[in-house]
């Protein structure tokens, strides 16, 4: 299996732009979070769903942010409008269900930077 | 007081010698422990997880569980240079709904010496 896929690498862009950055989670996993990381603030958890449906998105920041999940193999991380405060590496994981057991797998990430 | 507390380091050890990862949380009902390593610039990796009291040992690692004190540890031995990276613990509340997910510790840099 390819793992989880997510693009682009890397993203810059200005501030005011609209961001999207997409996962393609592994085949039959039915769990998808996404991730903020920074220096200040470590991993963080935005949101997740389980078979394509949000079940916490307490995490995501403010309005700004919003994701989706059309089907099982696709999901968006939208930011719109971007701040340079949003810079951050993004990353999306996926794990088979919600059991305490499964494991989460992560993707290589984006590197958002916001100028 | 975080839900997941790791010293942040950095930690040093000398080639060879056992390096020790700990990390403690605050939720008691929580069922689930995981190690994860990350090298600067990539992503977390899965390297040992937990679910019951006691050791848990995998090649070099060893992973150790006190649900009673609340706290899980990770010790590596004969480290290597290629060991040096950030170890994140991470903890599963396992709880319904919301608290059905990881929570993570902000890391401990590690750093082995030739």
């Known amino acids: 299996d390819a793992g989880v896929i997510q693009s682009p690498r890397h993203e810059v862009t200005e501030m005011g732009q609209e961001v999207t950055l997409r996962c393609k989670p592994i085949?039959?996993?039915?769990?998808l979070f996404w991730y903020r990381q920074t220096m200040m603030r470590g991993l963080e958890l935005l949101i997740y769903?389980?078979?394509?449906?949000?079940?916490?998105d307490s995490g995501m920041p403010e309005d700004r942010f919003s994701a989706k999940m059309p089907n099982a193999s696709f999901s968006t991380l939208k930011i719109q409008p971007s701040e340079p405060r949003d810079s951050a590496v993004y990353f999306c994981?996926?794990?088979?269900?919600?059991?305490?057991?499964?494991?989460?797998?992560f993707g290589a990430g984006t590197r958002l930077s916001v100028l | 007081q975080k839900e997941v507390e790791q010293n942040s380091g950095p930690l040093s050890v000398p080639e060879g010698a056992i390096a020790s990862l700990n990390c403690t949380y605050s939720?008691?009902?929580?069922?689930?422990f995981f190690w994860y390593r990350q090298y600067s610039g990539k992503s977390p990796e899965l390297i040992m997880f937990?679910?019951?009291?006691g050791d848990k040992e995998d090649g070099r690692f060893t992973a150790q569980l006190n649900k009673a004190s609340q706290y899980v540890s990770l010790l590596i031995r004969d480290s290597q240079p290629s060991d040096s990276a950030t170890y994140l613990c991470?903890?599963?509340?396992?709880?319904?709904?919301?608290?059905?997910?990881?929570?993570f510790g902000s890391g401990t840099q590690l750093t082995v010496l030739p």
């Open positions: 994981a996926s794990t088979p269900g919600l059991g305490t057991k499964n494991i989460q797998y």
């Open positions: 085949s039959g996993h039915n769990s």
């Open positions: 769903f389980n078979n394509n449906v949000p079940i916490d």
């Open positions: 939720d008691r009902g929580s069922q689930s």
């Open positions: 937990i679910y019951s009291n």
């Open positions: 991470a903890v599963n509340r396992g709880a319904s709904g919301s608290a059905r997910q990881l929570t």
